[in-house]
């Protein structure tokens, strides 16, 4: 049996007290109820140390939303794998479609930042997804496989072992537009055929892939309950404590 996992990405929203707030609603929220998935929410990096403080130790897990490659250095305005990771944060986004399409981030930055995640002991989330035209060409698995190639090609078993790949199709993020739990689960099944080509059956058969883009309460749990789809990554509706926990426990 495979973990399940709801990421929450709040991506620029959320200053330290707004975080602060929301992080104590969720606990709150939980309200000594053990969900049957795994929790994660990801601040902005000012707002995760207060975020850090409310969490930290609890079951709801902690990440950012980037990183760069090198450890330490001449890097203005960077934040590191060690840095992130000495805070309390256990995970980290690679490759968001954002960063992948606003900020021009290719498939050799990712690269390097993927290893750095690793390098550092953070579990990377590491995000994948074609474009509306892609899709429309018939192109989105060979797009996927590709990203996929790119980045995780040359990773050892013990390495692939701890990434976290999330689809996310560029057309469905902040939408409104879902995949249907029938596209997730095709490009999932294609994402684990990837996995064992590459790596064989056992980390092909443990790797936890998630859907992405426009999740919420409504549609979740078509989503999830999907063949081959082991969680979500949230954006717009992790930034509700009740929309965020609406995925976490489907009615
Ligand atoms: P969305 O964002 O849920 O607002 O579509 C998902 C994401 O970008 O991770």
């Given at each position: 049996?495979?973990r ?16 602060e707030t ?11 109820r ?5 929790i ?11 975020v850090?403080?409310?969490?930290g130790g609890?079951?709801i897990?902690?990440?950012?939303q ?5 450890d ?13 990771k000495?805070?309390g ?6 490759g ?11 498939s050799?930055?990712l ?31 060979t797009?996927?496989?590709?990203q ?38 095709q ?41 081959d ?15 965020f ?6 009615s």
């Amino acid at each position: 049996m495979r973990r399940k996992v709801i990421a929450g990405n709040w991506k620029m929203n959320l200053d330290h007290r707004q975080g602060e707030t929301l992080a104590r609603e969720l606990l709150g929220g939980l309200n000594g109820r053990k969900p049957s998935v795994e929790i994660i929410i990801i601040p902005p990096f000012t707002t995760l140390p207060s975020v850090l403080g409310v969490v930290g130790g609890t079951i709801i897990g902690c990440g950012a939303q980037d990183l760069w490659y090198e450890d330490k250095g001449a890097f203005t305005g960077e934040i590191s794998g060690p840095m992130l990771k000495s805070l309390g944060c256990d995970y980290v986004l690679v490759g968001h479609s954002e960063r992948r399409h606003i900020r021009g981030e290719d498939s050799e930055l990712l690269s390097r930042k993927l290893r750095a995640a690793l390098r550092a002991g953070l579990i990377p989330i590491f995000c994948v997804g074609e474009l509306l035209p892609e899709r429309e060409k018939g192109k989105a698995e060979t797009v996927v496989v590709e990203q996929l190639r790119q980045v995780l090609g040359g990773l050892e078993k013990e390495e692939i072992s701890r990434v976290i790949i999330a689809y996310e199709p560029v057309w469905a993020i902040g939408t409104g537009k879902t995949a249907t739990p029938e596209d997730a689960s095709q490009m999932h099944g294609v994402i684990r055929n990837f996995l064992e080509e590459l790596f064989g059956s056992p980390v092909s058969a443990a790797a936890v892939i998630l859907y992405g883009g426009s999740v919420k309460p409504e549609n979740a749990s078509r989503l999830l309950a999907a063949a081959d789809v082991d969680g979500a990554l949230v954006g717009g509706a992790s930034l509700q404590a009740s929309s965020f926990l609406g995925i976490v426990f489907p009615s």
